[in-house]
Nanobody
Framework: QVQLVESGGGLVEAGGSLTLSCAGS????????MAWFRQAPGKEREFVAA????????SYADSVKGRFTISRDNAQNTVYLQMNALKSADTAVYFC???????????????????WGQGTQVTVSS
């Protein structure tokens, strides 16, 4: 069955950096559009970034644009989220998500994703 497993979360000071990874198994990774979402305590899950099947197209939430970079390595079945200039507002559980998609599709709506990881905690101290 399809599994997505996130790693790389942790505690970091404001202004610091972290890189999250999401490893997929049980799927033909190159057929899946991938995304990162996050959920802070007491808040709804929100879109962070998406990447198309080839990795040539990306989209970002306005709140992270210019600070976060999503990328993927289809040979390694892995999607990454490089997070720089972290703020306390970035504190949340981060989830990766995947969906079978058209070649160039990018999707920011969580309900469109069929597969989710278990999440990894990112805490930014101010």
């Amino acid at each position: 069955q399809v599994q997505l497993v996130e790693s790389g979360g942790g505690l970091v000071e404001a202004g610091g950096s972290l890189t999250l990874s999401c490893a997929g198994s049980g799927l033909t990774f190159s057929l899946y559009g991938m995304a990162w979402f996050r959920q802070a305590p007491g808040k709804e899950r929100e879109f962070v970034a998406a990447i198309n099947r080839s990795g040539g197209g990306t989209s970002y939430a306005d709140s992270v644009k210019g600070r976060f970079t999503i990328s993927r390595d289809n040979a390694q079945n892995t999607v990454y989220l490089q997070m720089n200039a972290l703020k306390s507002a970035d504190t949340a559980v981060y989830f990766c998500a995947g969906r079978i998609s058209a070649l160039n599709a990018l999707e920011a709506e969580a309900t469109k994703y069929a597969y989710w990881g278990q999440g990894t905690q990112v805490t930014v101290s101010s």
